[in-house]
Nanobody, 112 residues
Framework: QVQLVESGGGLVQPGGSLRLSCVVS????????MAWHRQAPGKQRELVAHILAGGSIYYAESVKGRFTISRDDPKKTVYLQMNNLRPEDTAIYYCRHGNGIWGQGTQVTVSS
């Protein structure tokens, strides 16, 4: 059974940082793309960043220069380092495996 478990969310002030982690179990990891999505209240879920098996990376325009996605294949973990957070980054952040499986999400709230 494939499972994705996210962690690292929380409440942070504007300008602060958080690092999200997503650990994968029950599935191959190194040969798959991994992605982070987010869904803010009342909005559609959107792609934040993805990283391919070969290491190619895509970022949504809204997070370029502030967020960094990375992966550790031996640990079957993908990370999202989020710096200079803004109130509009407030959302539930979801990890997605390249085979289509989603994690349960972790809440990120940016507020003073």
């Amino acid at each position: 059974q494939v499972q994705l478990v996210e962690s690292g969310g929380g409440l942070v002030q504007p300008g602060g940082s958080l690092r999200l982690s997503c650990v994968v179990s029950g599935s191959l990891f190194s040969s798959y793309a991994m992605a982070w999505h987010r869904q803010a209240p009342g909005k559609q879920r959107e792609l934040v960043a993805h990283i391919l098996a070969g290491g190619s990376i895509y970022y949504a325009e809204s997070v370029k220069g502030r967020f960094t996605i990375s992966r550790d294949d031996p640990k079957k973990t993908v990370y999202l380092q989020m710096n200079n957070l803004r109130p509009e980054d407030t959302a539930i952040y979801y990890c997605r495996h390249g085979n289509g499986i989603w994690g349960q999400g972790t809440q990120v709230t940016v507020s003073s």
